[in-house]
């Protein structure tokens, strides 16, 4: 399991962050999706956004969730059964879940060489 940092920025909050390194198939094989996520995940036209999805998954799993404990609002965002607030992102090879009793957000973007080179030149 690529579980590949766990850091808590206060004690009601958790982050952990997901390498994605594993193939489709072995992201697949150990954990249980209810049927819409099989068949949202199934209908993914990407391979990394499959594999995006499964690893989210496997977080849920190291805090203790299970694919059936999150639900989705009718405007995309994620929640907890518990009432934890939760977020979610992932971009190539990594994902990750923050888990709060609070309202929290996380996004990770992937940057470009040329992003990097384009945003020093504005504040040169």
Do not use: C
Not at 7 to 27: A, C, G, M, R
Not at 43 to 66: D, N, P
């Amino acid at each position: 399991m690529p579980l590949y940092k766990t850091f808590t920025p206060n004690s009601q909050t958790t982050v952990k962050i997901w390498k994605i390194t594993e193939s489709y198939d072995d992201l697949m094989r150990p954990i249980s999706l209810r049927p819409e996520s099989l068949e949202r995940v199934l209908g993914m036209k990407s391979e990394i956004h499959q594999r995006g999805f499964l690893s989210v998954r496997h977080l849920l799993a190291e805090f203790g969730y299970t694919d059936t404990d999150l639900f989705y609002d009718a405007n995309g965002k994620p929640h907890l059964k518990d009432g934890k607030y939760i977020s979610i992102t992932h971009s190539f090879t990594f994902s990750a879940i923050i888990v709060s009793e609070h309202e929290v957000g996380i996004d990770i973007e992937t940057v470009s060489y040329t992003h990097l080179r384009a945003h020093e030149t504005r504040h040169d």
